[in-house]
């Protein structure tokens, strides 16, 4: 079965630490999503991409998260400095050029103490 | 802008009763309507969708069936396992999934023997 992998599964860190998530989206799906998911705030949309390129971050507080997409196979979404509020599940998903269901990554788990 | 509104749980049943989780939906145009479950520990999995008006969407027993005149989703099964528990969500994206989905807050379930 074809599925959107994500590393780390688990991340315990202190307050202040770089933190980078990484997914590999399904092969041949142009665009990702990155989701944060907490029990206040349920499913929240942090950004995504098509094709490689940005088409919206402004689900993200911009001072200390970033998201890329190197290359199709890897998007990466860095927290720098971490915060204890930063606390959460972090989904990576991907979908086909046509078509508009998604698929998703079993998640991030983050901690930061 | 687009919308999804679901029942708040969380709503605990009997293992073999019958389940009804709400949704409802505002959006410009005809979108396309998800439901969406995740289960302890793990990501979101797509459960069914419908693409246009009369469409049922149906999987593991679940079911659903796309309303325009009343702008709902509901999901649905006769009878309901413990294996069932988990938070279910509904979800919209537009005609041609050019926009991220949109989640409802999610619907927690849980079956107990």
């Known amino acids: 079965d074809a599925r959107v992998t994500q590393t780390p599964r688990d991340k315990v860190t202190e307050m202040g630490q770089e933190v980078t998530m990484r997914c590999q989206p399904i092969?041949?799906?142009?665009?990702v999503f990155w989701y944060r998911q907490t029990m206040m705030q349920g499913l929240e949309l942090l950004a995504y991409f098509r094709n490689r390129a940005p088409l919206d971050d402004s689900g993200m507080p911009k001072d200390r998260f970033s998201a890329e997409m190197p290359d199709a196979t890897l998007a990466t979404l860095k927290i720098q400095p971490s915060e204890p509020r930063d606390s959460a599940v972090y989904f990576c998903?991907?979908?086909?050029?046509?078509?508009?269901?998604?698929?998703f990554g079993e998640g991030s788990w983050l901690t930061v103490v | 802008g687009d919308s999804v509104t679901q029942m708040e749980g969380p709503v605990t049943l009997s293992e073999e009763a019958f389940l009804t989780i709400n949704c409802t939906y505002t959006a410009t145009g005809y979108p396309s309507l998800f439901w969406y479950v995740q289960y302890p520990g793990e990501g979101l999995q797509l459960l069914l969708k419908a693409t246009k008006a009369d469409d049922k969407g149906s999987n593991k027993g679940f079911e659903a069936t796309y309303r325009k005149e009343t702008t709902s989703f509901h999901l649905e099964k006769g009878s309901v396992q413990v294996s069932d528990s988990a938070v279910y969500f509904c979800?919209?994206?537009?005609?041609?999934?050019?926009?991220?989905?949109?989640f409802g807050k999610g619907t927690r379930l849980s079956v107990i023997a």
């Open positions: 998903a991907s979908g086909p050029s046509s078509g508009n269901t998604i698929y």
């Open positions: 979800a919209l994206s537009d005609l041609l999934g050019n926009t991220p989905l949109v």
């Open positions: 092969l041949g799906h142009n665009t």
